[in-house]
């Protein structure tokens, strides 16, 4: 008699595909960009800044810029990214009091800094006369620290907004991410005014 034989097969599970870890979230990764390019923005215009330095021939020059004022508005918008991180972990905390608390500080911190800017401005222009039209220097100034002005302003408006949707429950410790990228952004404008502070008001003068 022919002996029959029979082989057993054994299948394996097949693993599940390899996905690369993703770092970031798209719409992380959009904010990313934008903030890059803002670096590249800002960065034109402090090195326009620079290499016009020392080229005026009339006044005013950099030396009317009042330090005393500029560093006190820059304690309140330094001061504000420690407020917008502190609203950003209670948001993640659940603590929606705190949330509200720590970010209308932000918002007023940001208020502070905007009207100091308008102090210094009315000052400059009713006091010592210094236009964006009078000379290379109020030209370059007014553009630079303007632009980041309005940064700023935006800042507080997306602020703003942003208060308004955790009031309203569209924005919670679940649903985070417009909170964070907010912050992001208003810890981005402080770390450009730190650049911008050092250029124009130490090294500058």
């Known amino acids: 008699m022919a002996e029959t034989s029979s082989e057993t097969v054994v299948r ?8 690369p870890e993703q770092w970031l979230s798209p719409v992380q990764w959009g904010v990313v960009s934008f903030l890059v390019s803002e670096v590249a923005f800002f960065g034109t215009l402090i090195a326009t800044y620079v290499s016009l330095l020392g080229r005026e021939q009339s006044g005013p020059t950099p030396a009317v810029l009042s330090l005393p004022l500029v ?11 420690l407020t917008a991180h502190l609203a950003e972990r209670a948001l993640r905390g659940g603590s929606k009091s705190a949330f509200v608390l720590w970010w209308s500080a932000t918002i007023a911190l940001g208020v502070v800094f905007l009207a100091g800017t308008a102090y210094e401005w009315n000052e400059l222009i009713t006091v010592h006369g210094l236009t964006i039209s009078r000379n290379v220097f109020g030209s370059t100034y007014y553009t630079l620290v303007g632009f980041h002005a309005l940064h700023v302003t935006a800042g ?10 955790v009031v309203r429950g569209q924005v919670t410790a679940g649903r985070p991410v417009a909170a964070e990228m907010t912050s992001w952004y208003w810890h981005f404008v402080d ?3 730190v650049v911008v502070f050092t250029v124009v008001y130490l090294v500058g003068r």
Do not use: D, R
Request: hydrophobic share 60%; aromatic share 4%; charged share 5%.
């Open 12 to 19: 394996l599970p097949v693993p599940p595909p390899i996905e």
């Open 156 to 165: 507080v408006v997306l602020l703003l907004v942003i208060l308004g949707l």
């Open 71 to 81: 560093i006190g508005t820059t304690v309140c918008l330094l001061a504000s990214s």
């Open 191 to 193: 770390v450009v005014w």
